[in-house]
């Protein structure tokens, strides 16, 4: 079992390009204060969340998302994880609770600030949210072009990535002739583009084989060494018992935590 806190195995480990490459995702230049970088990049605090007039499906939520950290979700179908991970993204406000992302509430947050704070999350969605009509490479660079950055500045960034994950031969595929594994894989790649200070990945390796999830938990690792906070939502438990890390395990609309 490999510590969230060491390098990752030798089994995959990253190349030299790579290893600079998401030192530069990664290293971005924050200007945080002293008080917030003591801070934890995400603050639950009693949060509660229905869905219309239904019953809670989330209650009582208290945790923290410390700077560096490594973590699983996990618990049985239905239990909430995507739901959780929908608060964490921003994506969702909760029903009651407090919300701190970045030493700020996020219910005082003006709405269009909200996809500037966001940048700083990057998410792996279950259902990859792919563009049909663009290229592996479009896809995975898209968050770079969105932001008005210029194609030389990140084209070799974004090759050696595709490659790394196995995707080099694929780069000019469309989505809907690329496999399921294929999907996950680029839309990991393209999560890590904006320079997320927290990664969520939603089931991550539910769609490659055994040896591409290794490949991919490598680098989640590697990724959270380099300082970015990390937090996978999984049922693989094939996948958490390689990791010494954070469980945080959801049941009943409830969140236990074992560190």
Not at 52 to 80: C, V, Y
Not at 182 to 187: C, F, I, L, P
Not at 233 to 249: K, S
Request: aromatic share 6%; net charge positive; proline share 6%.
């Amino acid at each position: 079992m490999v510590n969230a806190s060491q390098r990752s195995p030798s089994n995959g480990r990253l190349s030299g390009k790579i290893y600079r490459l998401l030192t530069v995702l990664v290293n971005k230049s924050r200007g945080e204060t002293k008080n917030r970088l003591s801070c934890p990049l995400i603050h639950f605090e009693n949060v509660g969340l229905r869905y219309g007039m239904g019953p809670e499906i989330l209650r009582d939520l208290t945790f923290d998302i410390p700077k560096k950290s490594f973590q699983f979700l996990t618990g049985p179908s239905g239990a909430g994880k995507t739901s959780l991970l929908r608060l964490l993204f921003m994506s969702l406000q909760p029903t009651r609770g407090l919300i701190r992302m970045f030493g700020r509430d996020i219910s005082e947050i003006p709405r269009p600030e909200l996809p500037l704070l966001r940048r700083r999350v990057g998410i792996v969605f279950q259902d990859f949210r792919l563009l049909d009509h663009l290229t592996t490479y479009e896809n995975v660079a898209l968050p770079l072009r969105v932001r008005g950055k210029d194609e030389s500045s990140y084209k070799t960034d974004v090759l050696e990535l595709l490659k790394w994950v196995g995707l080099g031969e694929r780069i000019n595929v469309l989505p809907p002739v690329l496999s399921g594994g294929e999907k996950q894989r680029a839309a990991i790649a393209r999560a890590l583009m904006d320079r997320p200070e927290v990664l969520l990945a939603d089931e991550p390796t539910g769609n490659v084989d055994p040896p591409m999830a290794k490949r991919l938990l490598n680098l989640f690792l590697e990724l959270n060494r380099l300082g970015t906070a990390v937090v996978i939502a999984t049922h693989d438990l094939a996948l958490m018992e390689q990791v010494e890390a954070r469980r945080m395990i959801l049941s009943g609309g409830h969140l236990d935590i074992y560190d």
